[in-house]
């Protein structure tokens, strides 16, 4: 089975957006186009856009875009448009038919009853992307827990097969629904995120001298990041080296953070996907202190992306002991035992003293990426999901 029609379905995404839920969407939609696939994004407009009820169909990036705005959560921004549900609904259907896809490819979001109701209508065969399970990380409680169980599993049964990052999370799956559940990770563009991005001026301009050594966070000012404890890393850090922190995003602890931050610590804000490599080339060592608190409950079953991109940037890593960490980062980096801040702080400074260390894994994680994280050979592993599941092969 050669190239295939695809209807990628992404109602909990905004296009574009500095989300890594994007960042994972797009990438992934651009690979299977670039393997000759005939795919369709169907997804939520960004900014003005989304407030013009009479453009349903774009291009973004060369990929041709079908906009839905269906309430896909509960928060209030999305709430505003309820009104356009039934339009969007019809609007969707009016797209499948005329594309005539082989397959829909959907990225699980609760609550999603737009999706079950299309299944039901047309019935083409559909893979389910799992990220996240939403109700044992407690995004929902109480009767919107109980809803979005049975919203979940309506999902689980129609897919022909379910998609998920790791295997930690796999296994979760697998205790929930008999659906097949096929492991593909996350990935990156090696030819976006690379080490020899030319950043003299770009130091400059951030006042940070050639003799600094640059430590840098990418993400979301969210708890479960660990972005909180940067600040009491930089002040327990004890090295004869200059150092600059310099951490890029933001979100809801981003004013918390900045309360407390040191001296030496540079704020960058959000920045978009494609202005993140020049920082991260600048750098020379990059960090994920994810916060343990976090995990207590289910363990680290995530694949940040950030991860595959500080690999592909070819810059030592520091992050935490946890499995599915450890499956990504291998020889690019240290990591610490989960929750224990002072041996990431020792670690953190082994590293900042021993620059032909920190070279070695800068080395190793550009080659890991170069050889297995591509988003094109993700693509294929996804596109073998498909054969899979068009020919009844599970």
């Known amino acids: 089975m050669g190239a295939m029609k695809i209807a990628y379905f992404a109602f909990d995404q905004f296009v574009p957006s500095k ?13 299977l186009k670039e393997r000759g696939n005939d795919i369709t994004l169907y997804a939520i407009p960004a900014s003005y856009k989304l407030y013009n009820p009479f453009r349903w169909s774009d291009n973004y990036s060369g990929i041709d875009i079908h906009y ?50 299309i299944f039901e209508k047309l019935e083409i065969p559909k893979i389910l992307e799992v990220n996240s399970l939403y109700i044992e990380d407690e995004a929902y409680k109480g009767i919107k827990a109980k809803k979005a169980e049975r919203d979940r599993r309506t999902q689980f049964e129609q897919a022909s097969a379910i998609i998920t990052q790791t295997e930690t999370l796999a296994v979760m799956i697998r205790g929930l629904t008999n659906t097949p559940v096929f492991i593909i990770p996350n990935g990156v563009d090696p030819e976006q995120f690379r080490p020899d991005i030319g950043v003299r001026g770009l130091r400059r301009k951030l006042g940070v001298s050639e003799e600094d050594v640059v430590i840098t966070f990418v993400g979301s000012f969210k708890k479960w990041h660990g972005v909180h404890h940067i600040p009491d890393i930089a002040r327990k850090l004890k090295t004869e080296r200059r150092v600059k922190f310099l951490l890029i995003g933001s979100g809801e602890l981003f004013d918390d953070v900045k309360r407390s931050k040191t001296d030496d610590m540079i704020l960058l804000g959000a920045k978009s996907h494609d202005e993140i490599p020049k920082y ?3 750098s ?24 595959f991109e500080y690999a592909s940037s070819g810059r030592a890593i520091i992050s935490y002991d946890y499995e599915e960490i450890r499956k990504i ?35 190793i994680g550009r080659s890991i990426a170069l050889k297995e994280y591509d988003w094109v050979n993700r693509a294929e592993e996804v596109m073998e999901t498909y054969r899979r599941v068009l020919s009844y092969d599970l």
């Open 284 to 307: 020379d060592i990059l960090i994920a202190p994810f916060d343990a608190d976090y995990f207590t409950r289910n363990g680290f079953w995530w694949n940040p992306v950030k991860l």
């Open 68 to 117: 839905v705005r269906f309430t896909v959560s509960y928060r209030p921004e999305i709430l505003a448009f309820a009104p356009l549900n039934i339009l969007s609904y019809y609007k969707t259907l009016e797209a499948l038919k005329k594309q005539n896809p082989d397959i829909i490819h959907d990225r699980f979001h609760l609550p999603n009853p737009f999706s079950i109701k």
């Open 280 to 282: 991260l080339a600048l």
């Open 329 to 363: 980062v291998r020889g690019a980096g240290l990591l610490a035992e989960p929750g224990n801040i002072n041996d990431f702080v020792e670690k953190l400074g082994y590293l900042v003293e021993c620059e032909d260390e920190r070279r070695r894994m800068g080395e």
């Open 19 to 31: 989300h890594a839920g994007f960042v994972h969407t797009y990438s992934i939609v651009k690979a």
